[in-house]
């Protein structure tokens, strides 16, 4: 698989990992906003009274998404790991690597830092970090 993978490695390539990686990253969060859309639409029909409905959707919004939302955060960073090594193993600056300024330009320095550190330790525990 690495053969195939880093087989003409090129800024292409790393864009479209970069971009699949954000498209999953994205959606999560669209289905939170989904969840919190359904709540306050069914507590309107139940004719709750807005600041009930206010504080269910900062729950919905707060409450982890147990076995979709971890698969999705596993499945984007490792995909951005992997942009990032095959980028680092190509010899191309990290400047020119997408899936490395896509974290850095959306999640910061900080993230970049628990991203890899998790990536190289253990891809399980990329599961662990959250989305946002």
Not at 10 to 26: H, N
């Amino acid at each position: 698989m690495w053969q195939r993978l880093t087989r003409s490695w090129s800024g292409r390539r790393c864009s479209a990992l970069a971009k699949l990686a954000r498209t999953i990253l994205d959606a999560q969060d669209r289905l939170r906003e989904g969840l919190v859309e359904v709540t306050d639409r069914t507590l309107k029909l139940l004719n709750r009274p807005s600041v009930e409905r206010q504080f269910a959707a900062e729950l919905v919004k707060r409450l982890p998404l147990p076995a979709v939302g971890e698969n999705l955060i596993v499945t984007a960073r490792g995909l951005q790991v992997t942009g990032i090594v095959v980028c680092v193993a190509e010899s191309r600056p990290l400047k020119d690597c997408a899936c490395f300024t896509d974290v850095v330009r959306v999640e910061g320095q900080a993230k970049v830092k628990s991203l890899i550190t998790a990536g190289t330790a253990d891809w399980a525990g990329l599961g662990t970090l959250d989305a946002r």
